[in-house]
């Protein structure tokens, strides 16, 4: 006797066809999947060039599913001269397909490596922990050193979360442009809206040449550039018993770090402040005791291109955000009445005692 078993419904990712254009997919056994592998592709990438339209772009779309498919390739030729910029989208949230109740979320990093002019792969660019995820070639001084000739990119997508059983279809928009021409925004910029009437101002590559700012409230925009506008600084004093917060905020494709510095009096070292890398918006607090001085501003796009916004607050005692606060009727008797943080404060002078509240009917004398 002989029998044969037949799951009743395929598992996760059993139909693809990876690396097609929107709505050119066809899921019905046939279609392609793309190669593995966690540092290298196990066999030759999907070729997604023939995408590339007449201004450089293109899109294609795939699937990835936890256990079953957890790693994708792809590979674009690239002219002479050019570059690549490329962004990873992937759906989230409520997928009423899957299920009405439950939340999707997932993790999914993006990777760029390049076929160098002797033959080796080499890494390019890379994003984690950021969605969207984008890569660019701009980030690569070995995309820089083989500039002069063809040469191929390869895209890597590997998942590192996703919800059991669900196919996660994921979307890379990518664009190819001449990286040996400045983009027409280079021409005449207007950070900090202070450039002169019919004039320009593209604020300073370093410390030596910041724009100076006002010492007020103020928001305004700037714009940058990964390769040709990284750094844009800026300038502000910082008066006694003030502090401020900085925060820079800027297109989600885009990856831009903040930073605040300021020069010592005596020997002209740039300390650093504070940083902040990984947000957006990215901000940072220049606190009292860095005032009295001149406070540099650092806005530094380090991938993408494009407009950013930053908004400069001032702070001073009593008025500062949480500066002025009345925690259970007690800002007669706590400094700042602010009750303490602590849990476990290990000292009698760490708890908030609320005996002199003028809120709640706790005193035991009474």
């Known amino acids: 006797m002989e029998y044969q078993t037949e799951p009743g419904a395929p598992p996760p990712c059993f139909f693809q066809d990876d690396g097609k254009a929107p709505g050119d997919g066809v899921f019905t056994g046939n279609g392609e999947d793309a190669t593995e592998g966690a540092y290298s592709p196990d066999d030759t990438p999907i070729d997604v060039t023939g995408l590339v339209d007449a201004d450089g772009n293109g899109v294609f779309q795939g699937m990835m599913c936890a256990g079953y498919d957890e790693a994708d390739w792809y590979q674009i030729s690239v002219a002479a001269g050019d570059g690549v910029w490329a962004m990873l989208e992937w759906p989230e949230g409520i997928d009423s397909n899957f299920n009405d109740t439950i939340e999707i979320e997932g ?117 940058g550039h990964d390769s040709m506008d990284a750094y844009d600084f800026y300038k502000v004093y910082l008066p006694n018993n003030y502090a401020f917060e900085v925060c820079v905020e800027f297109p989600e494709q885009n990856d831009i770090d903040l930073g605040l510095f300021y020069l010592h009096p005596t020997y002209g070292y740039f300390y650093s402040i504070g940083n902040s890398y990984n947000d957006n918006p990215e901000c940072v607090w ?68 609320t005996n002199e509240s003028t809120q709640a009917d706790l005193n035991p004398l009474d």
């Open 107 to 223: 993790d999914i990093s993006f990777g760029m490596y390049m076929v160098t002019s002797s033959g080796y792969t080499s890494f390019v660019s890379s994003s984690y922990g950021f969605h969207p995820q984008a890569v660019a070639t701009n980030e690569s001084y070995s995309w820089t050193n083989d500039l002069g000739v063809d040469s191929t990119v390869y895209l890597r997508l590997l998942l590192n979360e996703m919800n059991e059983d669900y196919e996660s279809n994921y979307t890379v928009t990518f664009s190819t442009y001449n990286a040996t021409e400045e983009p027409w925004q280079m021409a005449c910029q207007d950070d900090a809206g202070l450039a002169p009437i019919g004039g320009c101002l593209d604020a300073g590559d370093s410390y030596n040449e910041p724009v100076n700012l006002t010492t007020v409230n103020q928001t305004f925009q700037g714009w």
């Open 286 to 353: 220049a606190q009292y005791d860095d005032a009295g001085q001149d406070i540099y501003m650092r806005v530094w796009t380090d991938r993408g291109s494009g407009d950013y916004e930053v908004t400069l607050t001032l702070a001073t005692p009593g008025l500062e955000p949480g500066g002025n606060q009345d925690d259970c009727g007690m800002a007669g008797s706590v400094p700042g009445g602010d009750a303490a943080d602590l849990v476990y404060p290990g000292a009698w002078s760490g708890h908030t005692f």
